[in-house]
């Protein structure tokens, strides 16, 4: 098992920034890939950025330029630094983590109890 849990949302005007902080505990030597989901009120939850253990990030296309994700794997945390924050990123952000292999929403996926960011004027 894998616990994850989550600091660092809260309101910002836009234009603003936020950082996320995550970090794991438990059986973490199997983690593979870290990052993180949002869910916004009447939406799916959509995949904002991940980071592989190897380092390969990847990011939504709506996110791109503004968030920047960052993982150190000898502490088991992952970070998301959010810059230009805009009124459509207001959602709750999930962190979440899976072993290679596996996929987030898979049996061995682990998530955290998720922290709400809220960007308003």
């Known amino acids: 098992q894998v616990q994850l849990v989550e600091s660092g949302g809260g309101s910002v005007q836009p234009g603003g920034s936020l950082r996320l902080s995550c970090a794991a505990s438990?059986?973490?030597?199997?983690?593979?890939?870290m990052g993180w989901y949002r869910q916004a009120p009447g939406k799916q939850r959509e995949l904002v950025a991940r980071c592989t253990s190897g380092g390969t990030e990847s990011y939504a296309e709506s996110v791109e330029g503004r968030f920047t994700i960052s993982r150190d794997n000898r502490k088991y945390t992952v970070d998301l630094q959010m810059n230009s924050l805009k009124p459509e990123d207001t959602a709750v952000y999930y962190c979440?983590?899976?072993?290679?292999?596996?996929?987030?929403?898979?049996?061995?996926?682990?998530w955290g109890q998720g922290t709400q960011v809220t960007v308003s004027s």
């Open positions: 979440y983590a899976h072993p290679w292999g596996q996929t987030a929403m898979g049996p061995y996926g682990s």
């Open positions: 438990g059986r973490t030597s199997p983690i593979y890939m």
